[in-house]
């Protein structure tokens, strides 16, 4: 690419937290209904009323003639003295960038001790989610626990049943991997029919970081556990909803499965299951119980509350799947995503996120024509097991319609599917693991919408 013959292209972000309290009220009355289109209609006057004040705010354009002052005449910043060192104690992001937060489900339920807030995808960089844009998913709210009085006990077929203060795990060996993190019902809206505009909304409930902590056969065994009878484990959180899930003991055995006390380099955030939550890579996020209490060993799945009743997957048939913990490949274009605005012509860097349940992004496709044609995408390192991967495609963009798409590979050879063959096997009346592809219309005039290709 040289400088003289293609401009480089300008993104206009997407508009956030685009329903007031009022939008979300009718948002719940329509949703009754079976209506999803307020949340279209509401979005689009959100874009248009920020629009132009978002592209000047942005991008700050150079004036045609006389010189650009930022150029010019030296900032405040370059001649007075700044704040001083240790001034924030733990330090907070800048004030222009107080806009990206974590959103909340508009319309999802009507109490938020019980709902989701999602990630802001299309703005982050890399591979893992800062720990205060996380996303969340809690059943009966969150706590902050006093950390000398959390306990954690291991029982059921184990030789010596243990119970251990933080403290004394915290001194045992550890291990820090990076893993995602995708709640079951992550891109659920979209299963019939195009549902949300964002990003952040189809793909939020999706994160990845660096955990801390002591893997649970480790423990396990100090319990004297029985591996001959003991083929799975019932991990217990301590929040209102006692979460319960059963884990495979061939996962624990493997090592991956970690008792974590830390993310991102310091201790979880309450929001995360602090002081302990269990983190089982590749697996959906209900299993990975925050608040952790208790484990018990078992032989045989116990068919708690949350695998009896819900995070099972209606077929067709009218019968569900059981157990279907595993998160199959996926992807997602992150820029150009819907709400975004393409100000320009020119060239556009691609790029995206890939991750699979079942060990490393082998490689990932992107299309620009729905699909025809498809370009294989660079991945930026590093490129790890059961953890999101960065994807980037150079794109020199026309001004014509266009509809991006990711397909990614991972090292199975499993092949993320299309709408259409995800159908053919599941329906559309599901609501967990929609790994379909993304497809993203850019219109003539730059704006980014959330479409679906048959």
Known sequence: MKEDNINLGKVQKAPENFLDQAGIKKVFAEGKEGRRGFIRSAFAAAAAGVAAPMAMAQGNPVPTEGGDPNILNLPEHATNL????????????????????????????????????????????????PSGLHFERHHQGWWDIDPSKHRFMINGLVKTPKVFTMDEIMRLPSVSRFHFIECGANTAVDWGNVAVPTVQYTHGMLS?????????????????????????????????????????????????????YGQNGEMLRPENGYPLRLVVPGVQGVSWVKYLRRVEVGDMPYAAKDEAVH????????????YTNIQECKSVVTTPSGGQVLLDKGFYNVTGLAWSGRGKIKHVDVSTDGGRNWRRARLETPVLSKALTRFNLDWVWDGKPAIIQSRATDETGYVQPTYQQLRAVRGTRSIYHNNAIQSWLVQENGEVKNVQVS
């Open 82 to 129: 700044g704040q001083g060192v240790a001034t924030e104690g733990y330090g907070k992001p800048s004030k222009y960038e107080a806009n990206l937060q974590r959103r909340q489900s508009p319309g999802l339920t009507q109490t938020t001790q019980a709902s989701v807030s999602f990630a802001p995808l299309q703005s982050l960089f890399g591979i893992v989610t």
């Open 311 to 322: 995070y099972m997957d209606l077929q067709p048939s009218g019968l569900h799947r059981q």
């Open 208 to 260: 990845c970081s660096e955990f801390t902590g002591v893997p649970l056969i480790t423990l396990l065994e100090l319990a004297g556990v029985d591996l001959k009878k003991g083929k799975f484990v019932l991990a217990e959180g301590g929040d209102g909803s006692s979460m319960t899930r059963t884990i495979p003991m061939s996962l624990i055995t493997s090592g991956e499965v970690i008792v974590a």
